[in-house]
């Protein structure tokens, strides 16, 4: 069984920052990309940013200089360093990765798409 747990949402000033952190675990062969979408009340939940297994990255414009999404491999961890925020991002923030689960037989499994629990970012003062 493969979980993706998030850490690091809280409430914080607008300009300031914070970290997220998605750590995946359980019978995994490879993750593929892994990135943080969110969703605002009444909106629709959008790509935040993502990286691949090779380190190529992709933003949304709203967030491109602000946040810096990065990726530990020999952790199963993704982090998202968030800077300069705003009350527009306020949203329940979501971990999602493509991962190849390890089979009983040791081989590699179909890929699917996995989700966190969420984490709530406020930004307000």
């Known amino acids: 069984q493969v979980q993706l747990v998030e850490l690091g949402g809280g409430l914080v000033q607008p300009g300031g920052s914070l970290r997220l952190s998605c750590a995946a675990s359980?019978?995994?062969?490879?993750?593929?990309?892994i990135g943080w979408y969110r969703q605002a009340p009444g909106k629709q939940r959008e790509l935040v940013a993502d990286?691949?297994?090779?380190?190529?990255?992709n933003y949304a414009d709203s967030v491109k200089g602000r946040f810096t999404i990065s990726r530990d491999n020999a952790k199963n961890t993704v982090y998202l360093q968030m800077s300069s925020l705003k009350p527009e991002d306020t949203a329940v923030y979501y971990c999602?990765?493509?991962?190849?689960?390890?089979?009983?037989?040791?081989?590699?499994?179909?890929?699917?798409?996995?989700w966190g629990q969420g984490t709530q970012v406020t930004v307000s003062s």
């Open positions: 990286i691949t297994s090779g380190g190529s990255t």
């Open positions: 359980g019978s995994i062969f490879s993750i593929n990309a």
């Open positions: 999602n990765a493509v991962i190849s689960p390890l089979t009983g037989w040791g081989t590699r499994g179909t890929g699917r798409r996995y």
